[in-house]
Every structure is written in C-alpha cells, then in structure tokens.
C-alpha cells in the first residue's frame, strides 16, 4: 500500500457553518417533527446546530441541525450507526436516534442558506470525562474497554458513505503535504523530519495489511462521559461525526493520543488503555507494532490542522493556540521513549 494521495486542504472543509436557528424555531421543528414538547437549551457544536430538548416529564433529548453544506450521505452514515449500535448492543450508552412519525429518523428542512438534515437524540446524563479526577490504571483499562465494546458493536457495519475523505482520518496522508508541513516552526519541522520520513516509507505501507472497520475515531476526554467527577467508569460517548472506515488500531490511536496529559509517563497511559480493549478484542502483534507510530502520526495531524485553523480562520477556537505547546510535548515524550520497550510492555500486559 502506498501512502494516500491527500489534495489540498481547504478552509470549506474544515469550517462547517452550522446555523443558528431561534430558540423558538428549534421547539417548533422538535414539536412538530419528533412530537416533543419542551424548554430549549443551547448546545455547542462545530458541524450542527445542537440544543438540549427538556420536557415537563424530565425527558432530555439532543437536536441536531446540519449545515446546509453536509452531505445528506455522511449525516445518513453517522445516524445508521447508531441504529446499528442500538440493535448489536441495546446497553452501549450512546446517544440512540429518535424515530420521526413516518418511522424514519432524519427530515430534511429547508432555509435560506439551503437544505439541512434534522435528527433527534437522547441524551445521555454525565459530565465529559475530561473534567473530573485524572484517571487511574483501572480507569484507563476502564477506557480501553469501553472503545472495544463499541468496536464490537460496529463490527459488520457497512454503509456506502463509510469510505468518504475527511479530515481527521489519521491515515489520509494529509501529515505528508508540504501545504501543512510547511505551517509549523522551523523547530518543529526539524524535529518531524525524519519522522515524517519513516511513516512514508516504513509505517502507513503496512496499514493495507491490518483489519479495517468502521470506527468512531474522535472518543477523547470531552466525547467520553463519566456520571460523577469521582466515577472513573466511562458513562456513555457522544459526537459520532468524525466516523470513518480505518484500521482498527487507528481507535486506540486517537484516544491514547488525547489523554497523554493525564501522566508523564506515556506508557503509564497506553498500555493499561490497550491491555482494556485486548480483553474484549484481542490486538494482533502487527497492531501493538504499529500503535506507538499512529499516536505520534495523530498528534502530528492534529498539531498541523490547529495551525491550518489559527492562520486561516477569521475566528479560530482558543484551542487551536491554547494546545499546541502541550501537542508538541506530548510528541517530544513519545520521540524519546523506546518503541520495543513499548511493544513488548504492551504485549506482556495484553498476554
């Protein structure tokens, strides 16, 4: 397999414009749509208009209203995926898709700016993971596991949008474009030289070879929830809009690429998140192999895409500024620590 070929990346595809409805209009479309009656709330979003429904009953739903730019295709992939979560694995606590009137669960409402897809959610009690005690050795097993439960529920998952290019999809070869490479300090391009160099030639070669599925790809420590900022079980998982069909191991790669900040030591981090998914589903010598390569290649990829944000956006998150220093030291901890000792402390712990 040869690296992906990426295009350049352009502003549209990582500025997604979501509307802003009235309040008013939101309860109207829930009201009117999915039958439910309630006080409205806000909620944020990057790709959707996303507010909290609350009913006289204590109900809680989630409403989400598409930019008129996203491709009724990939809004039908994440909400089949839900639908399939929910028939392979009714106790996974994810949010589950609330059925229109017609049995359907996405209505297409049309405004000024174009055509949006209008879904409803349950919500799901907790706070985000992030925000409460940093997680011991059994919460970080807690971790793993919970990422592999949910991979066995998408297992046999197929959908026709599965394959579409974005972004955030670590093995897109978007790290090795000169458009994004180029963004960074001359330090840190020094310092990623010669890892670019390997991944090219040595490690995205070997991702033809390893077992691909569907994957949620985004479950870092704000989209995973805990019931209490004590309770280190996780809770449930939100935001199933960076989906895509990858290796497997690209799983455990972006969740262990976020929570490295939680110790010094990166393998007091990765290990005990892999050794929790290996009791669910076993990881293959050739994924524990290539596991440490994928972290390093995602926090590459997302220290570029903050940088494409903070340079071309009118109105950049703070976290595109805020995180890159503690990005770049995360990749300077992984680049010193051994690759073998780190292959063979996960394989002794997954056996």
Not at 212 to 220: G, L, M, N, S, W
Not at 277 to 294: K, M, N, R, V
Request: proline content about 7%; overall charge negative.
């Amino acid at each position: 397999m040869s690296t992906p070929a990426a295009h350049e990346l352009t502003l549209q595809e990582m500025n997604f414009d979501p509307p802003c409805w009235p309040e008013e209009a939101l309860r109207a479309i829930a009201a009117e749509h999915f039958g439910i009656h309630g006080r409205c709330q806000p909620l944020p979003g990057e790709r959707d208009q996303n507010a909290r429904i609350s009913t006289a009953g204590g109900d809680d739903f989630v409403l989400k209203i598409s930019s008129a730019r996203a491709r009724p295709e990939v809004v039908d992939f994440h909400a089949q995926a839900l639908l399939h979560i929910a028939a392979h694995d009714a106790g996974l606590p994810v949010p589950r898709m609330v059925p229109l009137s017609n049995g359907g669960v996405i209505v297409p409402i049309h405004s000024a700016t174009g055509v949006h897809q209008v879904r409803m959610l349950t919500w799901l009690p907790g706070v985000c993971y992030q925000d409460g005690v940093a997680p011991t050795r059994r919460g970080l097993r807690a971790v793993g596991a919970f990422l592999a439960r949910l991979d066995q529920a998408l297992q046999n998952f197929q959908h026709p949008a599965a394959g579409y290019w974005m972004p955030w999809d670590v093995t897109n070869g978007l790290i090795f474009k000169p458009q994004l490479q180029g963004m960074l300090s001359a330090r840190v391009r020094t310092m990623l030289k010669p890892v670019w160099l390997r991944l090219e030639q040595q490690v995205y070669p070997q991702l033809a070879g390893l077992r691909r599925q569907v994957i949620h790809q985004d479950a870092h420590a704000a989209n995973l929830l805990r019931l209490t900022p004590d309770d280190e079980a996780v809770a449930g998982l939100i935001d199933f809009g960076d989906m895509v069909h990858g290796p497997l191991i690209c799983e455990l790669a972006v969740t262990i690429a976020d929570f490295l900040n939680v110790h010094a030591d990166p393998l007091r981090v990765m290990v005990p998140i892999c050794e929790g998914f290996h009791s669910l589903i076993p990881l293959a010598g050739a994924e524990i192999a290539i596991l440490l390569d994928l972290v390093i290649a995602r926090l590459i990829l997302t220290l570029q895409l903050f940088e494409f944000r903070r340079r071309h956006m009118a109105q950049p998150p703070d976290f595109v500024t805020r995180d890159q220093p503690g990005i770049i030291a995360a990749l300077e901890a992984l680049l010193a620590l051994d690759g073998e000792v780190f292959t063979m402390a996960t394989g002794e712990a997954c056996r």
